[in-house]
Every structure is written in C-alpha cells, then in structure tokens.
C-alpha cells in the first residue's frame, strides 16, 4: 500500500485513525477490564472481591445493576468456591469469567488443576499483589507465577490497554485451545492507575469473537461424566493432551495476536513475545508486566534491547532463543522469587538458552516484591549491571 | 511531560483530584497517567497522588520524584518535608492556605477553603485547587475540567463544584 494510496482514501484512512484516537478515554485498568468483559459476553460470572481486585468485580457488579451487562452474577463466599461455580459453569457449556489476586488465587490452587484437567475454557483476571505473610496489599507477580505449573496459559500485560486487549483475545484463545487462561495485570500499577484506552465497539468485538459453542458439555439429555477416575495406565495420557494442547496454544496465541490487529489495528510482538529495540542490539533486558514499560523509557538512551515476555504459559522457549541469537548478555527482571532457588522467570530463559550456540550471559534481578517502586534511578542500574556481563543474582 | 504530586489527608480527594485533572487534560488531546501512592486508605492520615501529563504516550511506571508542581490540600500538611522534597529549580507549590508559607520554592497560596465553604458549604477542597491548578499554570484549560465534573458528579453536587472550580480558575487566572 505504501505510496500508493490515492489522496481521497489517504484522507478517509486519516479520519479513520483520527476518530479511533477520539475513542480513547482515560479510565482505570480495571474499569478497562470490565468493559472488555462486558462486551465478550460471559453467561456466568462468579466473584469474590479481594484488594486490589475489587475495582474489577465491583464495576462488573454496576454494570450488572444497571443492565448494560447480560450475565449470572453469583456471589460466593471464597474464592474457592468463585473457582469451583466457574467449573460447574464452564462445564454445563457456558462461557465463564471471574477475577481474583494474591490469598485469592493461593485458595483457588486446589480448583486451577481440576479447571485444566477437565479442559474447561474459564477466563480469569489476575490483579497481581503479593503472597502473606508479613502482609502486604501491593503489587508483586509472586501469585500467579507461583500458579504457573496448574495447566492455565498465563498473559502478563504491560498497561490498561493491554489488559481490555488481552481480555479479549483470551476468550477466543481459552475456548479455542480448551485451555483455562489468566490475563495477569500488575496491582495499583495497572489496576488502579487512570491512562488513555480505546475501548472497541460492541459489534467488532461480535465479529471477532462470535457466541461460544462448546465441543463437549453436561447436559441432562445427553449425560456424560467429567472428571471420573483415571487409574495409572490412564492418567499420563491426560497430562500428556494438555501438555500437547499447551504446545499447540503457542500458534493458536499468535495467530489470535494477528486477527485481533486486523479489528482494533493493535497487537503485541508475536502474541508470546515483544521485542523492542533488539536489532543490532549486544544486550537485552527480559520482563513482564507493567515494568516493562518503566524500560522502554529508557532503552534507546541505554542502548540496549528489551524482550517482553507476555506469555508465562505456555512459555515462548523457541521465541526467547530466536530473539536472543546476536545477544552477549541478557537480565531477567521479575518480581516474584523461588525461594531457595532463584527467580522464575530467569530460571526458565536460562534454560531455554543452554542448548543455543550463541548462550548469552544471563543476570537476575528480584525486585518490586510487595509493591516496592523500581525508579528511573533502578532500571539505569540494572541496564548497567546487563552490560557488564557478569552473571549473577542480585536483589534490587 | 509535565510531573504533579498532590498532597492530602485521607478523605480530601487528592487521588480523584489528580483523576479528574488526568480525565481533563485528557480530553484537551493529551496523554495523561494518574495514580495514587496506594497507601492503606485510612481517614486524615497524609496520603499522595501523581498525574503525569504529556504530548507523547507515557510509558514510566514509577512514581513521580521530581515532580514539576504539587498541589497541597490541607494547609496543615505545610510543615511536612515530603511537600518539598524531589523538588527543582522551577517547581511550583500550590497550596491551599490563607497566608504564605516558608517555602524554598516558587509558592502560591489561595485560600480555597474559604471558597468552598462559601460555594459547597463544606471544606473539601480538592476541585477548587483543579481549579487553581487551571488557573495558575495554563496546562488545563477550564473547559475540560468542567465537562468531567459533570461526567463524575451527579446533579447540585456536579453544579457546585463546577462553581467552585470556575470561581478558583477565574480567581488566580494568570498568576
């Protein structure tokens, strides 16, 4: 198309782009999660508010009052039970959401195998905050990174924007897949923080996400059983389906990456990964979330690349090592610690790059555990550190 | 890109404050960020709140250090260091109090207590000093602020504050 746009069109594109830029409005993360839930249309949506969560259930709950939004608010009293009424929906065949943090999704723990295992398509906002104790109501990754082996794809997205985008492609991508999914947004960062985004109209979010049909449910005149016993000659295979579904999740993610662009003219890197500033880069930074943003300020001026890692689950392994192929040195940056061991998410990228040729320097940095702001003054330090190429571990 | 911090006591309104100016300077066409300091809410305890404003997207996540002006909501926050601390050169302290203070730093006072009392018949202070803020430093246009107001606020309470605020702009416009 490039240049050969006659003028009338070019002038129609621009009032196209002008009119999308109009549509922005600054709201809050969550409130931008409530709008994207409301227009994907759930039937059923169990919640239990918990800080800092609570913003997205209570404006969920306007929304059902004043009945812009059409679906069965349940009230529970855990969120062990939230989890649970979503299987019990889910299951019957209807679309399913519910949104949680921190003690709230330690509790789910039980139910988050048994949603997987049964492949059911349940949708789950995950406001990130820390685990207790000492408590602690800020923003850290430690909840749902702790829940990364539970069979959920996670997403972590970096603004509100992000959070009503990935709100919707994850509907798509749960029902296609089969596979429970979590859209993780940082705590206060995101949540609670007012910024610009374009909420899509409801008739393009039809088009791009149409009712959802389920290939198997309960249904009193047709009767099959869920969850029944497997004995071990049995068991393995489940495990191996969702590990193979969780493979097969990677293209699905992409490939729902590109069709939502061609709706809303925004996309994400691949759907897994976001590269930013990497070519012809020797150094990189690696992260999730909201910080990821306080990066990209910086990264021109440092002269080094950034690799977001949107996908936690499944995890972008042949995504992380393409993209680190001319690199000498790289730092994992995440806010969530395997104690006795290291961070996650540097654990993984070291081991997705011990078998490459090229094995770039891998340097950790914990930092933002409990809500514990990373400034300007942090992330030049830690670009300084990367540089340097000297491998280890540091708390910031 | 423009750096606020206000200061209030738990209850005052600092953090809608700093929503309606970002909800504000974002329909003046700007790229806007608010947030509270997401302390442990708690009535009359010191409490923070940031918005950034913009002509590019914001992508920094972290909170605001060096702020470019802070808007102060209760004159009994004066004697706190955090007031005037991260500030630069030019920073300026708007402040709602009716005499001045002892400040380093360029200072304006405005004694929006007495106007809102006068205009809500109660103290709370957080739109006037939007209003202020309007005023002084030209960064929001009064317009904005006002369809916002109406947009957050329902009925006499949305017509009061929009007194208070145009009464506040129009006060210490051009100061």
Redesign the interface.
């Known amino acids: 198309m490039r240049g050969g746009m006659p003028a009338e069109s070019r002038k129609e594109r621009k009032g196209e782009i002008m009119k999308k830029k109009e549509a922005k409005k600054i709201m809050s993360g969550a409130h931008a999660v409530a709008e994207a839930v409301r227009l994907c249309r759930p039937d059923v949506i169990p919640m239990y508010p918990i800080t800092p969560q609570t913003k997205i259930s209570e404006t969920i709950a306007e929304m059902s009052a004043d009945g812009s939004l059409d679906a069965e608010i349940i009230r529970v009293e855990s969120e062990q039970s939230a989890i649970s009424a979503c299987v019990g929906a889910s299951a019957m065949g209807v679309r399913t959401y519910t949104a949680t943090a921190s003690q709230g999704i330690a509790l789910m723990h039980e139910i988050l195998f048994i949603a997987s295992g049964l492949r059911l398509p349940i949708v789950m906002g995950v406001a990130n905050r820390s685990l207790s104790a000492p408590i602690n109501i800020w923003n850290d990754q430690q909840d749902s990174v702790s829940q990364r082996d539970a069979g959920w794809i996670q997403l972590y997205v970096e603004n509100a924007q992000e959070a009503f985008d990935t709100h919707v492609q994850t509907f798509k991508i749960a029902e296609e897949t089969r596979l429970p999914t979590m859209v993780c947004l940082d705590g206060y960062l995101i949540s609670h923080t007012y910024e610009p985004v374009n909420i899509l109209d409801a008739s393009s979010v039809s088009r791009f996400l149409p009712r959802y049909k389920p290939k198997v449910s309960l249904n009193p005149s047709n009767p099959i059983a869920m969850g029944t016993l497997a004995t071990p000659e049995h068991f393995m295979e489940f495990k191996k389906q969702q590990q193979e579904a969780m493979e097969n999740a990677t293209g699905v993610i992409k490939r729902v990456n590109r069709e939502y662009a061609s709706v809303s003219e925004r996309s994400y890197g691949n759907g897994l990964i976001e590269t930013t500033n990497l070519d012809g880069k020797e150094h990189a930074i690696i992260t999730m979330g909201s910080v990821a943003g306080t990066a990209r300020s910086m990264l021109e001026k440092e002269g080094i690349g950034m690799i977001r890692v949107k996908a936690m689950r499944p995890f972008p392994k042949e995504d992380i090592i393409k993209a680190c192929q001319n690199i000498r040195s790289v730092g994992v940056l995440e806010k969530d610690v395997s104690l006795g061991s290291e961070g996650s998410l540097y654990t993984e990228v070291r081991s997705a790059l011990y078998n490459t040729g090229s094995k770039p320097k891998v340097l950790g940095f914990i930092a933002g555990l409990g809500g514990k702001d990373i400034t300007l003054d942090d992330m030049k330090n830690i670009m300084k550190k990367i540089k340097s190429e000297k491998e280890n571990v540091s708390w910031v | 890109m423009i750096e606020i911090r206000a200061h209030g006591r738990g209850g005052q309104g600092a953090v809608t404050a700093?929503?309606i100016l970002?909800?504000a300077a974002?329909?003046d066409g700007k790229?806007?960020?608010?947030?509270?300091n997401?302390g442990?809410e708690r009535r009359g305890a010191p409490v923070r709140a940031f918005c950034r404003i913009s002509d590019e997207p914001?992508?920094?996540?972290?909170?605001v250090?060096e702020p470019d002006y802070v808007i102060v909501l209760d004159p009994s926050l004066s004697n706190l260091p955090e007031i005037s601390s991260g500030l630069k050169q030019d920073s300026v302290i708007l402040i709602n109090s009716n005499n001045s203070h002892n400040f380093k730093e360029k200072t304006y006072h405005f004694d929006a207590t007495t106007l809102a009392l006068d205009v809500l018949g109660k103290d709370i202070v957080n739109t006037a000093m939007l209003g202020v803020f309007a005023g002084v430093t030209g960064l929001v246009p009064l317009e904005p602020i006002l369809s916002v107001l109406d947009e957050r606020f329902n009925g006499k309470v949305a017509e009061l504050n929009k007194q208070l605020v145009e009464r506040a702009y129009n006060e210490t416009r051009g100061e």
């Open positions: 700093m929503e970002a909800k974002g329909l790229y806007t960020q608010a947030f509270p997401f442990v914001i992508t920094i996540r972290s909170q250090y």
